[in-house]
């Protein structure tokens, strides 16, 4: 997949462009870029390098997503640059002048240009004053809410990873290098991998969850904790996994986390005597879940 920056020339053959900022790369946007895909010429995406925050996926993450959807190209601007330009400037001058589009496509709310004035009826009318194919996808829903990024935040704000799977087409997940603790779980006999989690992500609830953990291509089934451990007066927001049934030392480690069924929320405990019990009671639980 090739990546095209602002001053970049685009290339000549026929684009087929799908337009969105794609956070989440979601089961709508996926719809839309089957679109694209199967449309004549180049299957492109128009996004941009920010999107709002919090967000569901680091811009490393969502180009992995567009590619592995059969995406060629991917046009990446800033949008501080282009927050302040008219819709219709935006469509010409970008759209048609600079990428040279062939065929669009764009999800039922999607808006465009200073102020967010342009609609999708715009595009099209746009389009179709240019001899430009230009196709609206209708308003996809999942478990009667609307698939869209804001709606899988508002589902792992609230611990429903169940939802959250059913609009992403997928499990949210969290990845990044193993960092030392306080190696507190392992003076309790549970030894755990802590990554950070960026703060510009969406607040996941915090809690207990039985998550997947990917390291080096091999999948473990685990048990982790989001959140900051008040019984220890953390701060910052931290992702404990607990691998079940496997030892090994996975410092430096990138790993991924998978989140597959949220267990409970996160507890203050009295004392470590109770944080053991309460954590071990959790371990079989996950033991359970996991049918081991």
Do not use: W
């Amino acid at each position: 997949m090739k990546i095209y920056l602002p001053g970049e020339n685009a290339p000549k053959e026929k684009i087929a462009l799908a337009l969105g900022n794609f956070d989440g790369v979601h089961k709508a946007h996926s719809a839309l870029i089957e679109r694209a895909v199967k449309a004549k010429g180049l299957s492109a995406i128009f996004t941009f390098k920010d999107v709002k925050t919090p967000y569901l996926t680091t811009l490393e993450e969502r180009l992995e997503l567009l590619e592995a959807m059969g995406a060629d190209v991917v046009f990446l601007y800033d949008f501080e640059r282009l927050r302040n330009m008219p819709y219709t400037d935006f469509f010409n001058e970008i759209l048609v002048e600079k990428i040279g589009i062939s065929s669009a496509f764009c999800g039922f709310n999607y808006t465009f240009g200073n102020r967010a004035l342009g609609k999708a009826a715009d595009l099209k009318r746009l389009c179709a004053l240019r001899g430009i194919d230009c196709e609206i996808l209708d308003e996809m829903k999942c478990a009667g809410t609307t698939v869209s990024s804001s709606a899988i935040k508002l589902a792992l704000e609230n611990g429903d990873v169940d939802l959250a799977f059913s609009m992403l087409g997928r499990h949210y997940s969290v990845r990044g290098r193993v960092v030392h603790g306080k190696a507190l779980a392992s003076k309790l006999g549970f030894p755990t991998m802590n990554i950070e989690y960026d703060t510009r992500r969406v607040p996941l609830k915090h809690g207990v969850y039985y998550t997947e953990c990917e390291i080096d291509n091999n999948v473990y089934p685990a048990v982790s904790n989001f959140g900051i451990r008040p019984t220890f007066n953390d701060k910052t927001p931290t992702v404990e996994t607990y691998i079940l049934n496997e030892k090994g030392d996975f410092y430096s480690k990138e790993i991924n986390v998978r989140f597959l069924a949220f267990a409970r929320d996160e507890q203050k405990f009295a004392d470590e005597k109770e944080l053991s019990e309460v954590v071990t009671r959790d371990i079989e639980k996950a033991k359970l879940y996991f049918g081991l």
